[in-house]
């Protein structure tokens, strides 16, 4: 034995004049900076800011946030590895280059499936590397060494993740850890001689061993913009290299080290987030990576149960990114990580063998089968001694099949400078920070709901998201939508109805009646009508609530909210009444195939396009025969029936129906005369004036009015506020959109257009913008971020990773007009008619008067026009405008009606009737 640890040690002493030199990383250790090219063109800072099913790889909570998808990929790893020798009596100087092995292959592969709006189950499997050299000029041959040397790590990690959405914005994860190893060295036989096992020491060709391991991570959401989230991976100590038993310490054991970490995110603005970890590997703790090579001093020779490693201490990681979304399509990535050198300078002979990498070229596809094949993309990083930059174009790769889908291909540029190591100890203190760490996230936690943006929602009620496949006729994927659910814990039973909730635009998404009519937390805005709407509203849980009485299922149309069309699929596929009505119908038939709720009572409920929206689905299901009980529609606002359209068709109708918006508008700026000064009452009398006399006058001149043309001018005038001689000469003619300009433009001021108690100046040097929508814009977009991330744990789509869309004009200027309703008219109202002749479903249709899209005479007009029995139809008025349910007593009271048109109990399904209906609904569309 002394002679052994004599030779060994001579061997030390001439690697004294060792210089190694530019240890820069691109690995913490050996274990790869980042999983996934998101993470790692982010500088690899992922636990608080999953981008990926590749996250849970870092934090197993992340699976909670990403949604459904599938992520795949291969790193090329070709580190530049080698050693310069000077100084050296015993004949090793010269330079080594160790790279004969390259290139390394690691793949990488994540998938989420989420099983509820709550609980989400996952999978990653990647590859590790970064202690793999091959030596073709053997640095040890003067010792004696023959053929090349080196030594070959790799690692595969498999990751089956759970993970639990445990409250409102809080998540945790484990994932059990599969680790399976293999190992090869050879040349240097020289060393040998210092081991207890010297037949299992070199040159033994491949060998290999598996181990089990835990992972566990926590999530959370503090409002729409902070994100937190810890992680804690044990020791894995897998089984022994029994070829290497002479070599490794622990008679061939070679564990992965424990590690922990926590990180930070945060989104100053919806479309930048700017991350930061903190991580620490424990390669100190396992004898066969951090044991000094002076182990052999004290007489453990290489082999022994506390024989040498290679001397590595444990490190502390810090990585900053950021990631700016330019557009839905681009997003720009930068980071910078720093981590302490494992290494100490009296430990650099055995690490000329495992020596850890600094260069690397990164590739990544989506492979063939399951995954389509998608666009090619290469991401190129390079570095030279302590500096590294990048440049990427990649694409995520989709899933084919049949439920979840991935991210779709969205190309991406992205610049990134990422990890700087020069080998310095961290100045951080770990054991501090994580001393503080369960005392921040319990503070956090208990304080969730009294801190600014964490309110609390409406007790007894959970809001559930999940993603379904919008397809056509012919069951081709058109995209996925991201629907959400408000509904009660326990199980519902089949007189429960089911609100079916959609909004217009088209292009609108559904956070409007969320936040204003239906959410569990609802914006609170001022009571004055012409009071500045604050950018950042505050959300409060609402007085009243519908959850008591119904299911509400809130969905999104493709191109709006969270949901997304699928590459290639042309705009003119989906944006069209027919065609928009046909994917939806089968999507909502689905979501209640998969909540049990197909014999449940449903109403279809939409606001102002919404409405159209409404008529089309209730259609479709007629015609597809999804045995979906209709029981009502609930139009708010609607445009079924509009002044814009009848111009052409019934022009005098057109303007008739326009009459109560103006008379309530000039009741509201004193304009009309008279006795009554109630903007309700003024629009009553207008509708009946309207109705009677004046379409009479309008359609048939004197001959067929009740009064004389003078007495209707005055009655006109009295009402509108106009002048009663122009009245008279310019044929009686009241337009609404006119008078709605005209009414205040003696002051500079022009009146909104879905509100026109909110006014404009003309002469604003930015042009002048609708006062009753844009405020609204800013302010809902921002509530509806905090909305999404505290009660979804949503802050990006889970389709595409882009932001919420609340409302997209792109989407309303690319629709098409359908064929069959050419000019339109009464076309909508017809069908609307046969709907509900059909199914016996009741209508509630409800606006504000002060409205000058729909309005409370479209109403009546279009009441009129359906010709449906008494108690079938119910018409409400509001004094409010197009969005009247964000007036609160115009809430309460729509809210009440609401919950009266739902009907009696539906008749429940037969067995074998539910039975097709869901073979024929889930397993052929979803």
């Not at 040890?140 to 053929?147: I, L, P, Q």
């Amino acid at each position: 034995m002394r002679f052994r640890i004599h030779r060994v040690l001579t061997v030390a002493g001439c690697a004294a004049g060792f210089a190694v030199g530019g240890m820069a990383h691109a690995t913490d250790g050996y274990f790869l900076n980042g999983v996934g090219a998101k993470a790692k063109g982010a500088g690899g800072a992922e636990i608080a800011d999953p981008q990926d099913s590749l996250a849970i790889a870092a934090n197993p909570a992340s699976a909670t946030a990403i949604g459904a998808r599938a992520d795949a990929g291969v790193e090329l790893f070709v580190p530049d590895r080698g050693a310069r020798i000077h100084g050296n009596g015993a004949g090793l100087d010269g330079t080594y280059s160790g790279n004969g092995a390259n290139p390394f292959v690691l793949p990488e592969l994540g998938y989420v499936r989420p099983l509820s709006g709550t609980v989400s189950l996952a999978l990653a499997i990647n590859g590790n590397g970064g202690m793999n050299t091959t030596y073709k000029r053997n640095p040890f041959a003067a010792f004696g060494a023959s053929g090349s040397s080196g030594v070959d790590l790799k690692q595969i990690f498999v990751s089956p993740t759970l993970a639990v959405r445990v409250g409102a914005g809080q998540s945790l994860g484990v994932s059990p850890v599969i680790v399976i190893q293999t190992f090869r060295g050879t040349g240097i036989q020289p060393f040998a001689t210092a081991s207890a096992d010297p037949g299992h020491f070199t040159d033994r060709g491949t060998d290999w061993a598996a181990g089990l391991g835990v992972r566990v991570g926590w999530l959370g959401h503090f409002g729409h913009a902070v994100r937190a989230g810890a992680f804690y991976q044990s020791k894995i100590v897998p089984g022994r290299f029994d070829k290497y038993a002479g070599l490794f310490a622990g008679q061939g054991s070679f564990a992965v080290p424990a590690s922990w970490g926590f990180g930070f995110a945060v989104d100053p603005v919806p479309a930048l987030t700017l991350a930061a970890d903190f991580k620490r590997i424990e390669y100190g703790g396992v004898a066969s990576v951090g044991n000094p090579l002076a182990r052999l001093f004290a007489g453990q020779p290489f082999g022994s149960t506390d024989g040498p490693g290679f001397g590595w201490r444990s490190i502390s990681v810090v990585k900053l990114g950021l990631t700016y979304r330019s557009s839905p399509h681009w997003a720009w990535r930068a980071g910078y990580g720093r981590s302490g050198n494992p290494v100490p300078a009296s430990e650099t002979l055995l690490n000329i063998l495992a020596r850890p990498a600094w260069c690397a070229i990164i590739s990544r596809w989506a492979p063939p089968g399951r995954l389509r094949q998608g666009r090619r993309s290469l991401s190129l990083r390079c570095m030279r001694h302590r500096r590294r930059c990048a440049a990427s174009i990649r694409s995520r790769p989709t899933l084919a099949g049949v439920r979840p889908m991935s991210g779709w291909g969205k190309r991406r540029l992205a610049f990134r400078s990422v990890s700087r190591s020069d080998g310095a100890r961290s100045g951080m203190r770990p054991a501090r920070v994580l001393g503080r760490l369960p005392l921040l996230i319990a503070l956090l936690t208990l304080l969730g709901g009294r801190l600014p943006g964490l309110e609390q929602p409406v007790a007894g009620v959970r809001l559930a998201w999940e993603i379904i496949p919008a397809r056509d006729d012919r069951g081709r994927p058109l995209g996925m939508l991201v629907v959400s659910a408000l509904m009660a814990p326990s199980p519902p039973g089949h007189s429960r109805p089911v609100l079916v909730v959609f909004n217009g635009g088209p292009g609108a998404s559904s956070g409007w009646l969320q936040l204003g009519l239906l959410g569990p937390l609802q914006v609170v805005l001022p009571t004055r009508a012409d009071a500045p709407v604050p950018r950042a509203p505050i959300l409060a849980a609402p007085a009243e609530s519908l959850a008591a009485h119904a299911d509400v299922l809130f969905v999104d149309p493709l191109d709006t909210g969270f949901s997304r069309r699928a590459p290639g699929v042309q705009p003119s596929r989906v944006r069209g009444w027919q065609a928009d009505g046909d994917y939806l119908a089968r999507a909502v038939a689905v979501w209640l195939a998969r909540h049990g709720r197909l014999g449940a009572p449903v109403v279809l409920m939409g606001e102002s396009f919404g409405a159209e929206r409404a008529v089309a689905v209730a259609e479709a299901w007629q015609r597809q025969a999804t045995g979906v009980r209709l029981a009502g529609i609930a139009m708010l606002s609607q445009t079924v029936l509009n002044e814009t359209d009848l111009r052409a068709t019934d022009p005098a109708l057109a303007m008739a129906m326009g009459l109560p918006t103006v008379a309530a508008t000039a009741c509201h700026y004193g304009r009309a005369r008279g006795t009554a000064r109630d903007p309700l009452a003024c629009a009553d009398a207008a509708a009946r004036l309207g109705e009677g006399a004046y379409l009479a006058h309008l359609r048939h001149g004197d001959r067929a009015a009740a009064r004389s043309t003078e007495r209707l001018a005055a009655d006109l005038a009295a009402v509108t506020g106009l002048d009663r001689t122009t009245l008279a000469t310019g044929g009686m003619a009241v337009d609404r959109q006119q008078a709605r300009l005209a009414m205040l433009h003696a002051q500079g001021m022009a009146l909104g257009l879905y509100d026109s108690r909110r006014a404009a100046r003309l002469d604003d040097p930015r042009g002048w913008r609708d006062p009753s929508l844009v405020p609204y814009l800013a302010a809902l977009g921002d509530a509806m971020a905090r909305y999404n991330a505290r009660l979804l744990g949503l802050v990006r789509s889970p389709v595409d990773g882009s932001a919420y869309v609340l409302y997209d004009p792109a989407v309303r200027r690319t629709w098409q007009r359908d064929a069959a309703l050419a000019g339109r008219g009464f076309a909508l109202a017809d069908r609307l008619r046969t709907v509900l002749r059909q199914s016996g479903a009741r209508l509630l249709l409800a606006s504000g008067v002060f409205d000058s899209v729909g309005g409370y005479g479209a109403d009546r007009a279009l009441a009129a026009r359906l010709a449906l029995p008494p108690g079938q139809v119910t018409v409400a008025r509001y004094g409010a405008g197009h969005m009247f349910y964000f007036d609160a007593p115009s809430r309460r009271d729509f809210l009440r009606r609401l919950q009266g048109i739902a009907g009696g109990p539906a008749r429940p399904f037969a067995a074998g009737e539910a039975k097709d209906l869901l073979v024929r609904h889930v397993d052929r569309l979803s």
